[in-house]
């Protein structure tokens, strides 16, 4: 069964800086895509960020690009979720997502995820 476990967000100004990581169960990190979610109350989740197995593509919200990056620590098993210039309305519940073992490939979709943590709030006051 494979676990995700969300840390770190919390409560900033409006153009500060917040992170997230993602622990996740061993080997999950090398053998699937992963991806960073959010749901605000009263919204449905979309897609922030998604990184693929190797980490070495990447694929962006349009209302996030420029501004979040997604990273992974292999041998820890881990993804990062890097925000900068934090806006009032990225305040959400941030959810890490993993696909299926061998699904390499990062999506968009959250039905392509099977794998979710619980989620890290993250507010920005305005």
């Known amino acids: 069964q494979v676990q995700l476990v969300e840390s770190g967000g919390g409560l900033v100004q409006a153009g500060g800086s917040l992170s997230l990581s993602c622990a996740a169960s061993?080997?999950?990190?090398?053998?699937?895509?992963m991806a960073w979610f959010r749901q605000a109350p009263g919204k449905e989740r979309e897609f922030v960020a998604a990184i693929s197995d190797s980490g070495g593509s990447t694929h962006y919200a349009d209302s996030v690009k420029g501004r979040f990056t997604i990273s992974k620590d292999i041998p820890k098993n881990t993804v990062h979720l890097q925000m900068s210039s934090l806006k009032p309305e990225d305040t959400a519940d941030y959810h890490c997502?993993?696909?299926?073992?061998?699904?390499?490939?990062?999506?968009?979709?959250?039905?392509?995820?099977?794998?979710w943590g619980q989620g890290a709030q993250v507010t920005v006051s305005s």
């Open positions: 997502a993993a696909r299926l073992a061998g699904y390499r490939l990062p999506t968009t979709q959250t039905y392509d995820y099977p794998y």
């Open positions: 061993e080997g999950t990190s090398t053998n699937s895509a």
